[in-house]
């Protein structure tokens, strides 16, 4: 499933040549696939330290969890070595887990049978600003540039397959997550990749990997509420193509352009 989505957002990324000799689009705006790996939410709150704890994590498949996204952008601003953008795309977030999880959040009800997790995916619709600035240029047409982005996002589908084959599935659109991520990218031509790394993180709690029932505090504490600022490490790598010049200073770009 991660190879399908990254390969469309390749595949999208291919397509925008012809995309923008056939739509006319101003210069400002670009398309973005990335991927991220992040070390996997292992918090166990009121098992922590218990032999229970111990063996549900010693069934962990992977010590991380996966993103493939892919977004279009459009400039807000352009000038000499800045540029500032917003833009609207599509997350999909992996986890492979082997512990229980709180199935009331799909069916309602208690099970007599405790599930268990053997895949959670969330899918988001996410809202990126990105800043981009030019700390190096190298020849015409090619520059190192610094960059920092803030996305927030809004989940608007979670599945779970169990251990036991079973598939749970919900439809219902709440804020998920919030993220600052800095980083340093090159651009060639109409090219760019960047490096960055999870710097904050705001989220939710999520109901459906935590859950007080599950994971009680002791002397009868619950889960908080609200939201969580734990951040685990997250690193993002993505790819990126505009669909005219624009950024940085068109007058530098003649040569490449065979003009």
């Not at 101003?26 to 070390?39: D, E, N």
Request: one cysteine or more; glycine letters at 10%.
């Amino acid at each position: 499933m991660k190879a399908c989505v990254f390969s469309l957002a390749l595949f999208c990324l291919s397509l925008t040549p012809m995309m923008a000799q056939k739509f006319q689009f101003q210069p400002g705006w670009r398309f973005t696939a990335g991927y991220a790996s992040q070390v996997q939410d292992r918090r166990l709150f009121g098992l922590e330290g218990t032999i229970l704890a111990r063996e549900i994590l010693k069934y962990e498949e992977q010590n991380y969890s996966y993103d493939l996204s892919f977004a279009v952008h459009r400039s807000l601003l352009q000038r000499g070595d800045f540029r500032l953008d917003a833009g609207l795309g599509y997350r999909h977030e992996f986890n492979n887990f082997g512990r229980p999880f709180n199935h009331p959040y799909f069916t309602g009800r208690y099970h007599e049978i405790l599930r268990t997790v053997r895949r959670y995916q969330v899918h988001q619709a996410y809202l990126p600003l990105s800043l981009q600035v030019r700390v190096l240029s190298l020849g015409d047409n090619a520059m190192i540039f610094l960059g920092g982005s803030l996305e927030g996002s809004i989940h608007f589908a979670k599945t779970v397959r169990a251990t036991s084959g079973a598939h749970f599935g919900k439809f219902t659109a709440a804020p998920y997550s919030l993220e600052i991520s800095p980083g340093i990218g090159l651009k060639v031509g109409l090219w760019s990749g960047m490096a960055s790394y999870r710097w904050k993180h705001y989220r939710q709690w999520d109901h459906v990997i935590f859950d007080g029932f599950l994971y009680p505090y002791p002397h009868g504490r619950t889960l908080p509420t609200g939201i969580d600022t734990y951040n685990p490490t997250k690193l993002w790598f993505t790819v990126s193509r505009d669909l005219e010049d624009g950024w940085w200073r068109k007058e530098q770009w003649p040569k490449w352009r065979g003009k």
